[in-house]
Nanobody, 128 residues
Framework: QVQLVESGGGLVQAGGSLRVSCAAS????????MGWFRQAPGKGREFVAS????????DYTDSVKGRFTISRDNTKDTVYLQMNSLKPEDTAVYYC?????????????????????WGQGTQVTVSS
């Protein structure tokens, strides 16, 4: 069965950097559109970024543009989220997700319901 396993979360000071990873197994990683979402305490799951199957295009929510970078390595079945200039409001559990259906607009992948598989999440805490 498909498994997505996140790692790399932790505690970092505001202004610092962190890279979270998501390793996939049990399926054809290179055929999936991948996304990162986050959920802060008391809030809903929020789209952060997504990347096409080839890694050629990416989409970001406005609040992370210029600070976060999503990337993938299809030889390692892994997707990454590099987070720079972190702010306390970035504190959340970060989830990776895989979408098996191809949509023609990147904005479709901003909805959690577009994704078929989810990881268990990794906590990112940014202290002020």
């Amino acid at each position: 069965q498909v498994q997505l396993v996140e790692s790399g979360g932790g505690l970092v000071q505001a202004g610092g950097s962190l890279r979270v990873s998501c390793a996939a197994s049990g399926g054809t990683f290179s055929s999936w559109h991948m996304g990162w979402f986050r959920q802060a305490p008391g809030k809903g799951r929020e789209f952060v970024a997504s990347i096409t199957k080839s890694g050629g295009s990416a989409d970001y929510t406005d609040s992370v543009k210029g600070r976060f970078t999503i990337s993938r390595d299809n030889t390692k079945d892994t997707v990454y989220l590099q987070m720079n200039s972190l702010k306390p409001e970035d504190t959340a559990v970060y989830y990776c997700a895989a979408a098996t259906v191809t949509y023609y607009s990147m904005t479709y992948y901003q909805g959690p319901h577009r994704y078929d598989y989810w990881g268990q999440g990794t906590q990112v805490t940014v202290s002020s």
